[in-house]
């Protein structure tokens, strides 16, 4: 399968499938639940990357995308507490961080596996 697919699907299942609604509901106010979202998003992507990448460039490639991904959560969960009212903007702040998850994902995958 495609390495870059591969990882989104990878993406989407950790961050969807094994997020759970007390992770998404608090991690917008809650540290502790962020970094449990992160955590369990790392290790899930460090699962798809292994057949990709090795064991070694897996768990630098999950880590520094688990890092990345706390970032972005960190500001478009609060965004998307703030305008939990306005349903276009809401979902116009997810579907930028997605955009910013997917290429860190993607610009990432450069350093790791050239293409």
Not at 38 to 63: E, P
Request: with cysteine; aromatic share 18%.
């Amino acid at each position: 399968m495609n390495p870059v697919v591969t990882l989104l699907f990878g993406h989407w299942v950790a961050d969807f499938l094994f997020q759970t609604e007390t992770m998404a509901l608090r991690k917008s106010s809650s540290i502790k639940w962020l970094v449990l979202h992160v955590i369990t998003y790392t290790v899930v992507l460090a699962a798809f990357c292994f057949g990709l990448l090795g064991w070694q460039d897996a768990l630098y490639y999950a880590g520094i995308n688990g890092l990345l991904h706390g970032f972005t959560d960190f500001f478009t969960s609060r965004l998307t507490t703030a305008y939990k009212d306005n349903r276009r903007i809401f979902f116009l702040i997810i579907g930028l961080d997605q955009f910013i998850h997917t290429a860190t994902l993607v610009i990432s995958l450069g350093y790791f596996m050239p293409v």
